[in-house]
């Protein structure tokens, strides 16, 4: 016990623990660790530890540590029954302190045993990993000495202390007389920030999943002037991510340590030096200090200088035990073959290229099942691969057509197409360390006959709306990661509604695997109410008619094109203002604004040959500014020009890093001042002046804000604070009270209501008219006139046309797109033989 104490106590005022509310210096964390020890007494005991990445859970584990007790941790809020039953531990510490469950213990322990770990993807399994005092400290030692690792460094807890790479973090800067920043914060959430900023962390550790999701939430926009190093472990990263993040720590000054390990060798066996990041993505690197590897043949492997990877080092675990009586035996294991394939390099850095314990012999044939998952892979097929019964057994993500994968995988694997038998499934079976479940694939093998149908319809619908191939859509994609926009979720939204039978209101964001669980075929009790209809669609088509109708004088109801501005804006913060990395979204802006400009100026090039409706300056989308004044325009394509130019100002402003860092921290914050800006131009605060022309399309950019500030109002009270702009703002500003109570109505049940129930009919309808809004919009004015005695027929006309060449132009996108998945089929086929 007084060794570890006596250690955290020779760190004096060095601060040990940060908190969000509370910091401890590391003679504070002694003495409540000497607690935690005194409280479990002198019998050596088996300690069940419930973790938690915070101060009781860490004081917990240390002061078992400390007293000589054999520590067995488990995630906290999971099902621990096999754990208990098995190994039926003394003492169990949780949440609400130590609760004894015997006086003594129940348990012979060896004297080096320390810790019980779950071996690596199967927690909860009452398979454990032995390891000793020894393994704890040799394995933190030679971490801390590549990692550099100092008292100044902050490391914030990324990973649960119940994983060997969660704790190694602890046990490497507790070494060192570094700190530890305890959250249970993701690295999603604003609060992990927020508190790693304040606490000037300079490193945190990732998986390969928390490496996707930096790239997610723009993570190469961050400030984070205290980072020096990032570590990943816990799978293989991609080269290309390896490539990424080395080049982006480059530019920022921080390093990215990619690392390799196992559970049996205490956390870490290799380590890839970050200045060989770039030139190496591929490789593990090399053995860490103290550590060697070996490389020993493998019976049926082409390559010669391949072979089973084998580490040998003080940090390789005591052995496995499989239940109480295997707690009192001592090292039974020098070296650990770790069923990965692999060879030495001419530099001497060790590369992973397959496992041993992937291979299967079917139809005389040696198979290596890493192998064909690579090669499907590559023909953009998601999929996992084992054997069962004497088959081959595909699991693949939405397989559309079982039969093209069944070809493709029979052919790489030099199999008859008999052999293979594919499962669509929506989303790859995982263990809980993000390892594929290949148990739970053997077990779907029997209803193989069974596919996903109605998974496969939506992978199939994303397709077709967005109109991409289907086979790149994987189950973790949303609508706005496929690249969504406002102008394809009108269509989306009415199609998923009858596919799924209700949509939730951010159903946007969702990924495809999540919106097929949210699937209801149940009805409302009122069956003439059978489906919603989303606010902002509703409103789309609604004001796309009132602009239509008022033009063709079949009556006079004014502010459709503003009520459209301000969807416009709402749709902008939904879809533009993603959490993706900020590439990404000037990508998604760049589509957006493409998707309006090009249609809108080939049409008025049409126009120009055609018709004397407009000048030169309306191909540029700047009539107002350059003229000619008073044309016919300024009733016709103001709304384009206005969305146009506000976005293309609005793109060059998110490219800032500053602006793109603020907005992903303060969303609302960051529209409301944009809603400032557009107030103080519409009361004329700034003291700019232009003509009167383009005045009016400065002016109107408030009505976006307004939209823009709605959709990113998370509270009551900002969507009230919102409102009550509005409703100030919007008095007096036509001069007309029936055109602003338009708008005003309009506008609150956008921020107050975001769907309604109607007949199914209803969504088809405003669906239909609302997604060929945009080039209704553009047409109108050359269709109406046709009409000019019937303005009715003028009107519906004018509808039916932009319907018509929606549905036109769409079904050209789609046949298009099959062209290229056919050619990309059969270029892939050949190149597996």
């Given amino acids: 016990m007084s060794r570890l104490i006596d250690h955290l106590r020779s760190h004096g005022d060095l601060i040990a623990v940060l908190t969000e509310h509370t910091s401890l210096t590391y003679r504070e964390l002694a003495d409540q660790v000497a607690g935690v020890a005194a409280e479990l007494g002198d019998t050596r005991r088996l300690v069940l530890l419930e973790t938690r ?385 290949y148990r739970t694939i053997r077990a779907l093998a029997g209803h193989a006959d069974e596919p996903a149908a109605a998974a496969t319809d939506l992978r199939t619908l994303f397709a077709d709306v967005l109109q991409i191939d289907g086979r790149t859509i994987r189950p973790d994609q949303s609508f706005v990661d496929l690249g969504g926009n406002s102008l394809s979720y009108v269509a989306m939204s009415v199609r998923l509604e009858r596919a799924l039978g209700g949509l939730p209101a951010d159903w946007h964001r969702r990924p495809l695997a999540e919106l097929q669980r949210t699937a209801s075929p149940t009805r409302r009790s009122w069956p003439w109410l059978n489906a919603t209809l989303e606010t902002s669609v509703a409103l789309r088509a609604a004001a796309i008619v009132l602009i239509v109708g008022s033009h063709a004088t079949l009556y006079e109801m004014w502010g459709g094109a503003h009520l459209l501005l301000g969807i416009a804006g709402y749709n902008f913060a939904r879809f533009c203002l993603t959490p993706v990395p900020r590439v990404q979204r000037m990508r998604h802006l760049r589509n957006t604004i493409g998707w309006i400009v090009v249609p809108s100026v080939i049409w008025i090039a049409i126009a120009l040959v055609i018709t004397d409706d407009y000048h030169w300056t309306n191909l540029l989308l700047a009539e107002k500014f350059f003229g000619p004044p008073h044309s016919m325009t300024a009733g016709r394509l103001w709304f384009v020009e206005v969305l146009v130019w506000i976005l293309i100002a609005l793109t060059l402003v998110c490219w800032l890093p500053a602006a793109d860092r603020w907005e992903r921290r303060r969303p609302f914050a960051f529209a409301a001042a944009f809603l400032v800006v557009g107030l103080a131009l519409r009361y004329e605060l700034l003291g700019l002046h232009f003509g009167h022309e383009a005045w009016f399309t400065v002016l109107a950019f408030w009505f976006f804000a307004v939209g823009w500030a709605a959709a990113k109002s998370s509270t009551v009270w900002q969507r009230i604070a919102v409102s009550a702009v509005l409703i100030v703002s919007l008095h007096g500003y036509f001069g007309s009270t029936s055109r602003e109570m338009l708008v005003l109505s309009g506008f609150l049940l956008l921020i107050w209501l975001p769907a309604i129930r109607c007949p199914a009919w209803l969504t088809v309808v405003a669906g239909t008219v609302a997604e060929a809004s945009l080039y209704t919009y553009l047409t109108h004015y050359q269709v109406y006139p046709l009409f000019d005695a019937h303005p009715l027929l003028g009107v519906v006309a004018a509808i039916v046309v932009g319907v018509l060449l929606t549905r036109l132009l769409n079904a050209a996108r789609s046949r298009l797109r099959e062209r290229a998945e056919r050619a990309a089929m059969k270029a892939s086929v050949p190149a597996l033989r």
């Fill in 53 to 437: 990445n915070d101060l009781p859970a860490l004081t917990g584990y240390l002061g078992a540590l400390a007293g000589g007790h054999v520590v067995l941790p488990v995630p906290a809020g999971r099902e621990h029954a096999a754990v208990l039953s098995t190994y039926d531990p003394d003492v169990v510490i949780d949440a609400d302190g130590v609760h004894a469950r015997r006086r003594g213990s129940a348990h012979r322990l060896h004297a080096d045993l320390a810790l019980l770990l779950s071996t690596s993807g199967t927690t909860g399994s009452p398979k454990l990993v032995r390891l000793s005092h020894t393994n704890l400290l040799a394995n933190a030692a030679a971490i801390a000495e590549y990692l550099d690792i100092r008292q100044t460094d902050r490391a914030a807890t990324t990973l649960p202390m119940s994983y060997c790479y969660g704790l190694s973090v602890v046990h490497s800067h507790l070494l060192r007389g570094a700190a530890l920043i305890l959250t249970d914060h993701s690295v999603v959430d604003d609060e992990f920030w927020t508190l790693f900023r304040r606490h000037r962390g300079t490193s945190f550790a990732g998986v390969p999943y928390t490496f996707e999701v930096l790239e997610r939430i723009g993570f190469d926009g961050f400030d984070l002037p205290h980072l020096r190093y990032i570590t990943q472990a816990g799978g293989r990263l991609s080269p290309e991510r390896v490539r990424s993040f080395a080049a982006l720590g480059q530019r920022k000054g921080w390093r990215l340590f990619v690392m390799y390990g196992a559970t049996e060798a205490t956390s870490r066996m290799a380590y890839l030096p970050p200045e060989l990041a770039q030139a190496h993505p591929s490789s593990i690197g090399r053995p860490i200090p103290g550590g060697e590897f070996t490389i020993e043949p493998v019976d049926g492997w082409s390559d010669p200088d391949a072979g089973e990877l084998v580490y040998r080092g003080p940090n390789v675990m005591m052995g496995y035990a499989h239940g109480p009586a295997d707690l009192a035996l001592g090292k039974t294991v020098e070296t650990l073959r770790t069923g990965d394939v692999a060879r030495r390099t001419a530099d001497g850095l060790y590369e992973v290229i397959g496992r041993s314990s992937r291979f299967v012999k079917l139809y005389g044939l040696r198979i290596d099942l890493q192998r064909v998952e690579s090669i499907l892979s590559a023909a953009g097929v998601t999929a996992f691969c084992v054997d069962h019964d004497g088959k081959l057994v595909v699991a693949a993500v939405d397989a559309t057509e079982c039969a093209d994968v069944q070809h493709l995988t029979a052919t790489a694997a030099g199999l008859p197409p008999a052999a293979v038998r594919v499962v669509s499934v929506p989303e790859l079976p995982l263990l809980p360390s993000g390892k594929p479940d």
